[in-house]
Protein backbone atom coordinates (compact mmCIF):
# COMPACT_ATOMS: atom_id res chain seq x y z
CA UNK A 1 0.00 0.00 0.00
CA UNK A 2 1.28 3.03 -1.13
CA UNK A 3 3.05 5.65 1.67
CA UNK A 4 0.69 8.32 2.00
CA UNK A 5 3.42 10.47 3.55
CA UNK A 6 5.67 10.45 0.44
CA UNK A 7 2.51 10.60 -1.94
CA UNK A 8 2.09 14.27 0.08
CA UNK A 9 5.74 15.59 -0.55
CA UNK A 10 4.91 16.21 -4.06
CA UNK A 11 7.41 16.90 -7.01
CA UNK A 12 8.31 20.57 -5.76
CA UNK A 13 11.97 20.88 -4.07
CA UNK A 14 13.64 24.38 -3.72
CA UNK A 15 17.10 22.41 -5.07
CA UNK A 16 18.01 23.30 -8.29
CA UNK A 17 20.98 21.62 -9.62
CA UNK A 18 22.71 20.56 -6.35
CA UNK A 19 21.87 23.70 -4.34
CA UNK A 20 18.84 26.29 -2.68
CA UNK A 21 19.05 29.58 -4.81
CA UNK A 22 19.71 32.55 -2.39
CA UNK A 23 20.43 30.28 1.15
CA UNK A 24 24.15 31.17 0.60
CA UNK A 25 23.29 34.65 0.28
CA UNK A 26 21.03 34.81 3.19
CA UNK A 27 23.75 33.39 5.24
CA UNK A 28 26.24 35.78 4.28
CA UNK A 29 23.21 38.73 5.09
CA UNK A 30 23.13 37.02 8.48
CA UNK A 31 26.64 36.50 9.18
CA UNK A 32 27.24 39.85 8.01
CA UNK A 33 24.73 41.33 10.74
CA UNK A 34 26.43 39.36 13.16
CA UNK A 35 29.78 40.79 12.93
CA UNK A 36 28.82 44.25 12.03
CA UNK A 37 26.52 44.32 15.79
CA UNK A 38 30.10 42.79 17.53
CA UNK A 39 31.79 45.13 14.99
CA UNK A 40 29.79 48.66 16.66
CA UNK A 41 31.79 49.71 19.84
CA UNK A 42 34.77 48.19 19.09
CA UNK A 43 37.57 51.05 18.88
CA UNK A 44 38.03 53.28 15.70
CA UNK A 45 34.44 52.10 14.77
CA UNK A 46 31.05 53.93 16.15
CA UNK A 47 29.41 52.80 19.33
CA UNK A 48 26.12 51.86 18.14
CA UNK A 49 24.11 50.16 20.72
CA UNK A 50 20.71 49.81 19.08
CA UNK A 51 22.37 47.81 16.23
CA UNK A 52 24.80 45.39 18.84
CA UNK A 53 21.52 44.45 20.28
CA UNK A 54 18.58 44.59 17.40
CA UNK A 55 21.23 43.46 14.65
CA UNK A 56 23.61 40.66 16.25
CA UNK A 57 19.99 38.82 17.49
CA UNK A 58 18.08 39.28 14.11
CA UNK A 59 21.25 37.91 12.03
CA UNK A 60 21.50 35.00 14.96
CA UNK A 61 17.38 34.14 14.54
CA UNK A 62 17.61 34.33 10.29
CA UNK A 63 20.46 31.04 10.76
CA UNK A 64 17.43 29.30 12.89
CA UNK A 65 14.92 29.58 10.69
CA UNK A 66 17.38 29.16 7.77
CA UNK A 67 18.54 25.81 9.71
CA UNK A 68 15.07 24.42 9.86
CA UNK A 69 14.29 24.41 6.50
CA UNK A 70 17.67 23.23 4.94
CA UNK A 71 17.25 20.19 7.13
CA UNK A 72 13.77 19.79 7.28
CA UNK A 73 14.34 19.45 2.89
CA UNK A 74 16.79 17.40 3.20
CA UNK A 75 15.05 14.99 5.49
CA UNK A 76 12.17 15.28 3.14
CA UNK A 77 13.85 14.43 0.01
CA UNK A 78 15.52 11.54 1.49
CA UNK A 79 12.03 10.52 2.64
CA UNK A 80 10.93 11.00 -0.73
CA UNK A 81 13.59 8.88 -2.26
CA UNK A 82 13.83 5.86 0.11
CA UNK A 83 11.21 6.08 2.21
CA UNK A 84 12.88 6.45 5.21
CA UNK A 85 15.81 8.20 6.64
CA UNK A 86 18.47 7.11 8.07
CA UNK A 87 20.08 8.93 11.84
CA UNK A 88 22.77 7.14 11.78
CA UNK A 89 23.99 9.13 7.86
CA UNK A 90 22.49 11.72 9.36
CA UNK A 91 24.44 12.53 12.01
CA UNK A 92 27.59 11.42 10.13
CA UNK A 93 26.97 14.31 8.09
CA UNK A 94 26.96 16.50 10.73
CA UNK A 95 29.30 15.76 13.03
CA UNK A 96 31.74 15.94 10.18
CA UNK A 97 30.05 19.38 8.88
CA UNK A 98 30.15 20.96 12.47
CA UNK A 99 32.35 19.42 14.88
CA UNK A 100 36.12 19.77 13.79
CA UNK A 101 35.93 23.52 13.36
CA UNK A 102 33.94 24.19 16.83
CA UNK A 103 36.42 21.51 18.62
CA UNK A 104 39.65 23.72 17.09
CA UNK A 105 38.42 26.55 17.62
CA UNK A 106 37.47 25.62 21.48
CA UNK A 107 40.75 23.91 21.96
CA UNK A 108 42.79 27.30 20.62
CA UNK A 109 40.90 29.03 23.12
CA UNK A 110 42.19 26.68 26.15
CA UNK A 111 45.49 27.13 24.87
CA UNK A 112 45.10 31.00 25.39
CA UNK A 113 43.28 30.49 28.34
CA UNK A 114 46.56 28.88 29.65
CA UNK A 115 48.96 31.72 29.10
CA UNK A 116 45.88 34.15 30.65
CA UNK A 117 44.86 35.56 27.39
CA UNK A 118 41.46 33.80 27.32
CA UNK A 119 40.15 33.18 30.72
CA UNK A 120 38.09 29.81 31.11
CA UNK A 121 37.09 27.55 33.86
CA UNK A 122 36.57 23.93 33.75
CA UNK A 123 32.71 24.65 33.74
CA UNK A 124 32.69 26.65 30.83
CA UNK A 125 35.12 24.24 28.67
CA UNK A 126 32.81 21.49 30.04
CA UNK A 127 29.50 23.45 28.45
CA UNK A 128 31.79 24.45 25.16
CA UNK A 129 32.16 20.72 24.55
CA UNK A 130 29.26 19.33 25.32
CA UNK A 131 27.27 22.08 23.20
CA UNK A 132 25.05 23.35 26.19
CA UNK A 133 26.73 27.07 26.12
CA UNK A 134 22.73 28.36 26.07
CA UNK A 135 22.49 27.14 29.87
CA UNK A 136 25.49 28.80 30.79
CA UNK A 137 25.51 31.70 33.38
CA UNK A 138 28.60 34.02 32.63
CA UNK A 139 29.66 32.27 29.76
CA UNK A 140 32.89 34.70 28.80
CA UNK A 141 33.10 36.55 25.57
CA UNK A 142 35.38 34.14 24.40
CA UNK A 143 32.97 31.47 24.18
CA UNK A 144 29.64 33.64 24.05
CA UNK A 145 28.48 33.18 20.46
CA UNK A 146 28.34 29.01 21.14
CA UNK A 147 25.16 29.62 22.80
CA UNK A 148 23.42 29.73 19.33
CA UNK A 149 25.72 26.56 18.53
CA UNK A 150 24.78 25.02 20.89
CA UNK A 151 20.84 25.60 20.45
CA UNK A 152 21.15 23.83 16.84
CA UNK A 153 23.12 21.19 17.87
CA UNK A 154 20.63 19.81 20.12
CA UNK A 155 18.00 20.89 17.08
CA UNK A 156 20.14 18.67 15.44
CA UNK A 157 20.06 15.78 17.87
CA UNK A 158 15.60 16.29 18.42
CA UNK A 159 14.48 16.74 15.01
CA UNK A 160 15.48 13.90 13.28
CA UNK A 161 14.59 11.65 15.87
CA UNK A 162 11.14 13.02 16.10
CA UNK A 163 11.08 13.19 12.06
CA UNK A 164 11.86 9.14 12.19
CA UNK A 165 9.34 8.57 14.41
CA UNK A 166 6.28 10.81 13.44
CA UNK A 167 6.89 10.81 9.83
CA UNK A 168 6.62 14.07 7.33
CA UNK A 169 3.12 14.53 8.02
CA UNK A 170 2.98 14.63 11.87
CA UNK A 171 6.48 16.08 12.00
CA UNK A 172 5.42 19.53 9.99
CA UNK A 173 1.91 19.15 12.69
CA UNK A 174 4.73 18.70 15.72
CA UNK A 175 6.64 21.85 14.43
CA UNK A 176 3.21 23.85 13.61
CA UNK A 177 2.25 22.77 17.57
CA UNK A 178 6.22 24.54 18.52
CA UNK A 179 5.18 27.34 17.09
CA UNK A 180 2.06 28.12 19.02
CA UNK A 181 3.71 26.21 22.45
CA UNK A 182 6.91 28.27 22.36
CA UNK A 183 5.63 31.80 22.74
CA UNK A 184 3.59 30.51 26.06
CA UNK A 185 6.91 28.57 27.33
CA UNK A 186 8.56 32.06 27.20
CA UNK A 187 5.73 34.03 28.64
CA UNK A 188 5.98 30.92 31.57
CA UNK A 189 9.25 31.62 32.05
CA UNK A 190 8.89 34.73 32.84
CA UNK A 191 6.05 34.45 35.67
CA UNK A 192 7.05 31.84 36.93
CA UNK A 193 10.47 31.08 37.21
CA UNK A 194 12.15 34.78 37.26
CA UNK A 195 15.51 33.67 38.12
CA UNK A 196 16.05 31.52 34.83
CA UNK A 197 14.89 34.80 33.06
CA UNK A 198 18.58 35.44 32.06
CA UNK A 199 18.05 32.14 29.69
CA UNK A 200 15.00 33.12 27.88
CA UNK A 201 16.27 34.22 24.17
CA UNK A 202 19.34 31.26 24.83
CA UNK A 203 17.87 28.54 26.03
CA UNK A 204 16.92 25.77 23.17
CA UNK A 205 12.70 25.88 24.54
CA UNK A 206 12.80 29.81 23.99
CA UNK A 207 14.01 29.65 20.55
CA UNK A 208 12.72 26.57 19.46
CA UNK A 209 10.15 28.38 17.38
CA UNK A 210 12.43 30.44 15.24
CA UNK A 211 14.04 26.98 13.72
CA UNK A 212 10.25 26.13 13.48
CA UNK A 213 9.30 27.83 11.59
CA UNK A 214 11.66 26.94 8.79
CA UNK A 215 10.78 23.17 9.28
CA UNK A 216 7.27 24.11 9.17
CA UNK A 217 7.86 26.06 5.66
CA UNK A 218 9.73 23.21 4.11
CA UNK A 219 7.09 21.06 5.03
CA UNK A 220 4.13 22.98 3.26
CA UNK A 221 6.74 24.04 0.45
CA UNK A 222 5.04 21.22 -2.18
CA UNK A 223 1.61 23.31 -1.44
CA UNK A 224 2.31 26.79 -1.43
CA UNK A 225 4.27 25.77 -4.85
CA UNK A 226 0.82 24.97 -6.49
CA UNK A 227 -0.95 28.15 -5.34
CA UNK A 228 -0.39 30.83 -7.68
CA UNK A 229 -1.82 33.43 -5.56
CA UNK A 230 0.25 33.12 -3.05
CA UNK A 231 3.38 32.82 -5.86
CA UNK A 232 2.23 35.81 -7.05
CA UNK A 233 2.14 37.71 -3.69
CA UNK A 234 5.62 36.66 -3.04
CA UNK A 235 6.40 38.32 -6.15
CA UNK A 236 4.54 41.52 -6.30
CA UNK A 237 4.95 44.79 -4.41
CA UNK A 238 2.57 44.12 -1.53
CA UNK A 239 5.03 41.62 -0.20
CA UNK A 240 7.06 44.95 0.95
CA UNK A 241 4.46 44.43 4.37
CA UNK A 242 6.44 41.63 5.57
CA UNK A 243 9.66 42.90 5.96
CA UNK A 244 8.09 46.06 7.53
CA UNK A 245 6.43 43.68 9.96
CA UNK A 246 9.23 41.94 10.94
CA UNK A 247 10.92 45.27 11.25
CA UNK A 248 8.18 46.33 13.52
CA UNK A 249 8.47 43.44 15.64
CA UNK A 250 12.40 43.35 15.86
CA UNK A 251 11.72 46.68 17.13
CA UNK A 252 9.17 45.96 19.92
CA UNK A 253 12.01 42.62 20.87
CA UNK A 254 14.09 45.11 21.77
CA UNK A 255 11.83 47.77 24.21
CA UNK A 256 12.90 47.76 27.72
CA UNK A 257 9.37 48.30 28.96
CA UNK A 258 7.72 45.85 30.84
CA UNK A 259 4.49 45.25 29.14
CA UNK A 260 6.03 45.52 25.78
CA UNK A 261 8.52 42.95 26.40
CA UNK A 262 6.13 40.60 27.30
CA UNK A 263 3.63 41.03 24.34
CA UNK A 264 7.33 40.35 22.75
CA UNK A 265 7.88 37.01 24.47
CA UNK A 266 3.90 36.29 23.09
CA UNK A 267 3.64 36.97 19.60
CA UNK A 268 6.30 39.92 18.92
CA UNK A 269 9.24 36.95 18.21
CA UNK A 270 6.12 34.34 16.28
CA UNK A 271 5.23 37.61 14.20
CA UNK A 272 9.37 38.31 13.38
CA UNK A 273 9.98 34.28 12.75
CA UNK A 274 7.06 34.14 10.02
CA UNK A 275 8.22 37.37 8.58
CA UNK A 276 12.17 36.14 8.20
CA UNK A 277 10.66 32.47 6.96
CA UNK A 278 8.32 34.25 4.17
CA UNK A 279 11.15 36.49 3.23
CA UNK A 280 13.19 33.24 3.20
CA UNK A 281 10.93 31.64 0.52
CA UNK A 282 10.53 35.15 -1.40
CA UNK A 283 14.48 34.97 -1.69
CA UNK A 284 14.32 31.18 -2.62
CA UNK A 285 12.22 31.38 -5.22
CA UNK A 286 12.58 34.24 -6.90
CA UNK A 287 16.74 34.70 -7.64
CA UNK A 288 15.40 36.30 -10.49
CA UNK A 289 14.67 39.47 -8.73
CA UNK A 290 16.69 41.93 -7.56
CA UNK A 291 17.21 40.36 -4.01
CA UNK A 292 17.72 37.27 -5.37
CA UNK A 293 20.19 38.34 -7.95
CA UNK A 294 22.27 40.45 -5.33
CA UNK A 295 21.92 36.87 -2.70
CA UNK A 296 23.45 35.28 -5.81
CA UNK A 297 26.00 37.25 -6.88
CA UNK A 298 29.21 34.91 -6.33
CA UNK A 299 31.23 36.90 -3.69
CA UNK A 300 28.66 37.14 -1.63
CA UNK A 301 27.64 33.50 -2.08
CA UNK A 302 31.55 32.62 -1.00
CA UNK A 303 30.51 34.51 2.24
CA UNK A 304 27.77 32.55 3.03
CA UNK A 305 29.85 29.61 2.52
CA UNK A 306 32.35 30.93 4.86
CA UNK A 307 30.06 32.06 7.16
CA UNK A 308 30.32 28.65 10.10
CA UNK A 309 33.90 29.35 9.79
CA UNK A 310 33.48 33.18 10.24
CA UNK A 311 30.88 33.01 13.46
CA UNK A 312 33.37 30.97 15.07
CA UNK A 313 36.63 33.27 14.61
CA UNK A 314 34.68 36.60 14.59
CA UNK A 315 34.75 36.75 18.40
CA UNK A 316 37.62 36.85 19.78
CA UNK A 317 38.79 39.79 17.41
CA UNK A 318 35.39 42.14 17.31
CA UNK A 319 35.09 42.36 20.79
CA UNK A 320 34.46 45.70 22.22
CA UNK A 321 35.69 45.27 25.03
CA UNK A 322 38.91 44.44 24.39
CA UNK A 323 42.47 46.58 24.62
CA UNK A 324 44.28 45.12 22.09
CA UNK A 325 45.56 46.11 18.93
CA UNK A 326 43.56 42.66 17.38
CA UNK A 327 40.58 44.63 18.38
CA UNK A 328 40.32 47.58 16.61
CA UNK A 329 38.70 48.51 13.47
CA UNK A 330 39.51 47.64 10.36
CA UNK A 331 42.14 45.10 11.43
CA UNK A 332 39.78 42.83 13.94
CA UNK A 333 37.95 42.47 10.30
CA UNK A 334 40.77 42.00 8.48
CA UNK A 335 41.97 39.13 11.09
CA UNK A 336 38.51 37.65 11.38
CA UNK A 337 38.56 37.20 8.07
CA UNK A 338 42.03 35.73 7.76
CA UNK A 339 40.84 33.22 10.43
CA UNK A 340 37.73 32.35 8.83
CA UNK A 341 39.49 31.24 5.31
CA UNK A 342 42.43 28.96 7.33
CA UNK A 343 39.30 27.46 9.30
CA UNK A 344 37.57 26.93 5.96
CA UNK A 345 40.45 25.51 4.01
CA UNK A 346 42.57 23.94 6.15
CA UNK A 347 39.90 21.80 8.67
CA UNK A 348 36.29 22.72 7.27
CA UNK A 349 36.91 21.46 3.51
CA UNK A 350 39.14 18.72 4.21
CA UNK A 351 36.89 17.07 6.99
CA UNK A 352 34.14 17.24 3.96
CA UNK A 353 36.63 15.67 1.23
CA UNK A 354 36.87 12.89 3.94
CA UNK A 355 33.18 12.63 5.21
CA UNK A 356 32.39 12.20 1.11
CA UNK A 357 34.92 8.71 0.97
CA UNK A 358 33.33 7.77 3.86
CA UNK A 359 29.88 7.84 2.97
CA UNK A 360 30.98 6.14 -0.80
CA UNK A 361 33.05 3.45 0.95
CA UNK A 362 29.76 2.82 2.96
CA UNK A 363 27.27 3.03 0.23
CA UNK A 364 29.58 0.58 -1.62
CA UNK A 365 29.32 -2.20 1.15
CA UNK A 366 25.52 -1.23 1.92
CA UNK A 367 23.21 -4.42 0.97
CA UNK A 368 19.87 -3.38 -0.76
CA UNK A 369 16.62 -3.96 0.21
CA UNK A 370 13.60 -5.44 -2.44
CA UNK A 371 12.08 -2.75 -4.73
CA UNK A 372 10.30 -0.21 -2.85
CA UNK A 373 6.80 1.09 -3.74
CA UNK A 374 7.70 3.23 -6.42
CA UNK A 375 9.79 0.51 -8.30
CA UNK A 376 13.13 1.55 -6.95
CA UNK A 377 15.67 -0.01 -4.93
CA UNK A 378 16.08 1.27 -1.65
CA UNK A 379 19.10 1.24 -0.01
CA UNK A 380 20.27 -0.07 3.24
CA UNK A 381 21.90 3.07 4.06
CA UNK A 382 20.98 6.21 2.27
CA UNK A 383 25.01 7.93 2.39
CA UNK A 384 24.41 9.18 -1.03
CA UNK A 385 21.75 12.41 -0.67
CA UNK A 386 24.13 15.35 -1.99
CA UNK A 387 23.81 18.56 0.84
CA UNK A 388 23.36 21.89 -0.94
CA UNK A 389 26.41 23.95 -1.59
CA UNK A 390 24.41 26.10 1.40
CA UNK A 391 24.31 23.74 3.79
CA UNK A 392 23.72 25.24 7.22
CA UNK A 393 26.42 25.56 9.81
Known amino acids: MPDPDRQNLGPQSPFVGGRIPS ?49 TTLLLQEFAKAGRISLPAFYLRR ?52 WSLSVEEQFYLIWPVLFWLLKPKRAS ?38 LAAGCVLAGIWPRLSRSDRYLHFLRSRAFVVVPVVGAFACFLLSHQDRSIMLLSLACGE ?27 WKPVVFLGLLSYSLYLWQEPFLNRMGTSPINWFPLNIGLAL ?21 EQGLARKAPAYPANVSGRMMPHINMGLKESAAEIR
Request: proline share 4%.
Open 23 to 71: LDGLRALSIGMVCLAHTAGTRFFPSLVAMRRDLGSLGVRVFFVISGFLI
Open 95 to 146: GFRILPCAYTYIGITVILSVTGAAPITHKHLLHAVTYTVNYDLGRPWQLIHL
Open 173 to 210: WFAAGTLLIVPLVRVGMWFFTPSLGWSIGTAFQTNADA
Open 270 to 296: TVLNLSIALCLDRSVRNPDLLAGRLLN
Open 338 to 358: SAALGSYYLIEQPFLRLRRKI
